[in-house]
């Protein structure tokens, strides 16, 4: 993972000495979480890697531009979001984004030291519950647990309300709760 000051030293020297190392580090970033994105939409591992490839190589090509971009990782996830529209369209599949529609591919549950005491069985419960969400839910659990995004930025990425996301996530929290019988009161909500 990276922090915002390493996002922003990267994006200033692929802006400014056309640092290829720095770019290099931006695409170990961002590929993965963008091919994960954009196959969500299309629903092909192929496409989804070129539409992944094609966001990241306009940073690129239009690196002289970074310093006017506000939020870097959000600019990405747009552009592989309307790059796999485009395609759609291409293709006659669909013109709009339907949430409901995407097929999401959820990775690995990040672990940290406190959640490796959680029994196998614990664990196997968890990744079941959030792998039988509804896909709208599931991908906006992705996007703020696995890819580390603020609900601000999912709601700028998505073309959705704060109040949307706030909601999923607690549909998402509910239904895990459930799955591994956690019946201790309210969920708490995560950052927004």
């Not at 659990?141 to 609900?151: A, N, P, S, V």
Request: proline share 4%.
């Amino acid at each position: 993972m990276y922090t915002a000051e390493e996002l922003t030293y990267c994006a200033q020297r692929i802006a400014s000495e056309d640092c290829q190392q720095s770019y290099r580090r931006l695409f170990h970033w961002f590929y993965k979480p963008l091919q994960q994105f954009a196959a969500a939409i299309v629903r092909s591992r192929e496409q989804a890697e070129e539409i992944a490839a094609d966001a990241l190589v306009n940073v690129w090509r239009n690196r002289r531009q970074l310093p006017q971009i506000g939020n870097l990782r959000i600019y990405l996830y747009v552009s592989a979001r309307n790059i796999a529209l485009n395609y759609l369209k291409k293709q006659h599949r669909q013109s709009t984004l339907s949430l409901d529609d995407m097929m999401v591919e959820m990775g690995p549950v990040a672990l940290n030291p406190e959640q490796l005491f959680i029994s196998a069985e614990m664990v196997n419960r968890v990744q079941l519950a959030v792998h039988q969400l509804p896909p709208r839910c599931k991908l906006i659990f992705k996007l703020i647990r696995e890819d580390g995004l603020k609900y601000k930025e999912v709601a700028s990425i998505l073309d959705i309300s704060v109040n949307t996301i706030d909601n999923q996530m607690a549909i998402a929290f509910r239904r895990i709760s459930q799955a591994i019988h956690l019946h201790t009161g309210p969920v708490k909500q995560g950052m927004k």
